[in-house]
């Protein structure tokens, strides 16, 4: 019995293999993201911005790789700077976010990955579980930080030439 199962009994074997929340979120990326569209559309601060399907999610494979990829390093790894997020940012700005709606994307981002691993919770390796929450919300934090340093170099340089 390795580590990773030893955790496993009872109901939990019958209900089918025990994955890793990167794992999961891998193989949940499309409904994941159709989730987070479907939250956003309620949202009517975000979807005064008219944009298309490829326009409004095409940044998110990216930024959940980067997720994923987190996930999966050793701990103690250093994360790499999410290049991503610093062009999602620079993306949006250009397209007329402001910052309080970049930060409701983010907010929203975290709790369509969270209700994921919700909805697959018979699946989930439980003994990494809350670790890997606290991984998720730092990297979605850190992806945030990075698309609004975007936002105020933007900012800044438009300042510059108006001077």
Same mark, same amino acid.
């Given at each position: 019995m390795?580590?990773?199962?030893?955790?496993?009994?009872?109901? %939990?074997?019958?209900? #089918?293999?025990?994955?890793?929340? !990167?794992?999961?979120?891998? $193989?949940e *990326?499309?409904s994941? =993201?159709?989730?987070?569209?479907?939250?956003?559309?309620?949202?009517?601060?975000?979807?005064?911005?008219?944009?298309?399907?490829?326009?409004?999610?095409?940044?998110?494979?990216?930024?959940?790789?980067?997720?994923?990829?987190?996930?999966?390093?050793?701990?103690?790894?250093?994360?790499?700077?999410?290049?991503a997020?610093?062009?999602?940012?620079?993306? %949006?700005?250009?397209? #007329?976010?402001?910052?309080?709606? !970049?930060?409701?994307?983010s $907010?929203? *981002?975290?709790?369509? =990955?969270?209700?994921?691993?919700?909805?697959?919770?018979?699946?989930?390796?439980?003994?990494?579980?809350?670790?890997?929450?606290?991984?998720?919300?730092?990297?979605?934090d850190?992806?945030?930080?990075?698309q609004?340093?975007?936002?105020?170099?933007?900012?800044?340089?438009?300042?510059?030439?108006?001077?």
């Amino acid at each position: 019995m390795t580590e990773s199962t030893k955790f496993v009994t009872g109901p %939990r074997e019958r209900a #089918g293999a025990v994955e890793s929340v !990167a794992d999961i979120l891998e $193989r949940e *990326l499309p409904s994941l =993201i159709s989730d987070w569209l479907t939250r956003v559309e309620q949202e009517p601060e975000l979807t005064s911005i008219p944009l298309d399907f490829d326009d409004r999610t095409g940044h998110l494979p990216h930024l959940l790789n980067d997720v994923i990829a987190r996930l999966r390093l050793d701990s103690g790894t250093k994360a790499p700077i999410s290049r991503a997020a610093a062009e999602h940012g620079e993306l %949006r700005r250009k397209q #007329g976010y402001t910052v309080a709606m !970049a930060v409701e994307e983010s $907010r929203l *981002l975290q709790v369509t =990955i969270f209700t994921t691993l919700h909805k697959n919770a018979t699946n989930l390796e439980f003994s990494l579980l809350l670790p890997d929450i606290v991984t998720i919300a730092d990297e979605v934090d850190a992806q945030l930080k990075e698309q609004m340093l975007r936002f105020m170099a933007a900012d800044a340089a438009k300042m510059a030439r108006g001077k």
